[in-house]
């Protein structure tokens, strides 16, 4: 049997074999991990190796480390290769934490390490991370960063590279009203015609914030720019129902106004019904005012022949689910016309004059009685104008 001494000399030893076991794996923790010898790697290499140690540790840390020597070293060592890589590295592995504490402070080193060395690559990747991080923390100024950016391209006309669809791609993201001028702006200049459907897209993800930016345009525009605003946002199934009602009210507004200050044509008039059909489809009846002043337009454009029968029927339909009650006088006052134009031997188109009746029986208003039961009196109708009219005025309400 150990004596006492004996034992209490060997726990000493024990324990101390112990704690000297710990500080070993701590200390091999400490100085062997991978991030640790990373860093080392880093301070100690050449930008190689600064390269390498970053890509390889997945450190955040060191990646904003890569960022600053980049940002120090700029202007001595502008146009360096290795520089531009060490630049992409810490920029793709920039950690959101640290941009989150110090978002400013992040969008100037960004900016520094943009403008500080001339290199596509560095400025795709800076212009990727800006997506990911605005949608961590949005911040205007990144959008303005890039708003700046694409305005310069566009003004030098420069020849379309990674770095515009970058920018493009970016404004779609974290784009505002203002980047919508700069957007709108490559369509208008016809800059950059292989990228258009890009450009498209991004004004479609941010129409929803650019309406104001829309209608200001709209209110200036000729008939070609509505024609192409429409393609943007009007025909678009990728932007809700509701703003496409909202622009499609505005451009038929606007083409009413050069209706009243051009010669009418086959397009504008064409463009009206198109607009029209948008809202009527959507039930727009926000609407309904500008309807019934469309009904007058469209009236005017069918008797010059810039509307077919079969377009103005659809014109009428149109109005009716638009302005709903507020469409039976001018619609009643429109059958008592082709009523008298009937007797007078001057027969009104059958598809029009049914249009008409069948609206009036679907609008129920008995203020349009009269013109109803006229029909039934006038000589040299069709049958089917006769029978259509009957049964209108079995839907009044009275």
């Known amino acids: 049997?150990?004596?006492?001494?004996?034992?209490?000399?060997?726990?000493?030893?024990?324990?101390?074999?112990?704690?000297?076991?710990?500080?070993?794996?701590?200390?091999?923790?400490?100085?062997?991990?991978?991030?640790?010898?990373?860093?080392?790697?880093?301070?100690?290499?050449?930008?190689?190796?600064?390269?390498?140690?970053?890509?390889?540790?997945?450190?955040?840390?060191?990646?904003?480390?890569?960022?600053?020597?980049?940002?120090?070293?700029?202007?001595?060592?502008?146009?360096?290769?290795?520089?531009?890589?060490?630049?992409?590295?810490?920029?793709?592995?920039?950690?959101?934490?640290?941009?989150?504490?110090?978002?400013?402070?992040?969008?100037?080193?960004?900016?520094?390490?943009?403008?500080?060395?001339?290199?596509?690559?560095?400025?795709?990747?800076?212009?990727?991370?800006?997506?990911?991080?605005?949608?961590?923390?949005?911040?205007?100024?990144?959008?303005?960063?890039?708003?700046?950016?694409?305005?310069?391209?566009?003004?030098?006309?420069?020849?379309?590279?990674?770095?515009?669809?970058?920018?493009?791609?970016?404004?779609?993201?974290?784009?505002?009203g203002s980047s919508f001028g700069v957007l709108h702006s490559i369509i208008k200049q016809n800059l950059w015609t292989d990228l258009h459907p890009m450009v498209y897209d991004a004004l479609t993800k941010i129409a929803d914030k650019s309406l104001n930016e829309i209608f200001d345009v709209v209110d200036k525009a000729d008939l070609v720019e509505l024609k192409l605003l429409s393609q943007i946002f009007i025909k678009n199934d990728k932007i809700s129902p509701a703003l496409r009602s909202e622009i499609a009210e505005k451009a038929l507004n606007r083409s009413m106004i050069l209706s009243g200050t051009s010669s009418n044509s086959h397009d504008l008039a064409s463009f009206q019904l198109e607009a029209a059909k948008v809202l009527a489809d959507n039930k727009w009846t926000r609407a309904s005012d500008l309807a019934k002043d469309y009904f007058n337009v469209a009236k005017i454009a069918y008797n010059g022949k810039f509307l077919t029968a079969e377009q103005w029927t659809s014109a009428i339909s149109c109005v009716a689910v638009l302005a709903s009650r507020g469409a039976v006088l001018p619609f009643s006052e429109y059958l008592d016309q082709m009523n008298k134009a009937q007797e007078a031997g001057n027969a009104p188109d059958k598809a029009v004059v049914l249009a008409v009746i069948n609206a009036l029986a679907e609008l129920g208003d008995k203020s349009s009685f009269d013109c109803l039961l006229y029909v039934t009196y006038v000589k040299d109708y069709p049958e089917e104008v006769t029978v259509a009219a009957r049964n209108a005025l079995t839907r009044l309400k009275w």
């Open 1 to 176: 049997m150990m004596t006492k001494l004996a034992r209490k000399s060997w726990m000493k030893k024990f324990f101390f074999a112990a704690a000297l076991s710990a500080c070993a794996c701590l200390l091999f923790a400490q100085e062997g991990s991978p991030a640790s010898q990373a860093q080392i790697k880093f301070v100690k290499g050449n930008i190689s190796d600064k390269i390498a140690a970053v890509k390889s540790s997945g450190d955040g840390e060191l990646a904003k480390k890569a960022v600053d020597f980049v940002v120090e070293n700029a202007l001595l060592l502008k146009g360096d290769r290795d520089l531009a890589g060490l630049a992409v590295a810490g920029i793709l592995s920039y950690p959101a934490d640290v941009y989150k504490k110090n978002p400013k402070q992040v969008l100037q080193d960004f900016s520094d390490v943009f403008y500080g060395l001339d290199d596509t690559n560095v400025r795709v990747s800076v212009l990727e991370k800006i997506s990911v991080f605005y949608e961590q923390q949005a911040m205007t100024e990144w959008t303005a960063f890039v708003n700046g950016y694409l305005t310069q391209k566009i003004a030098a006309a420069a020849s379309s590279d990674e770095t515009v669809k970058k920018s493009i791609a970016a404004l779609g993201v974290i784009g505002n």
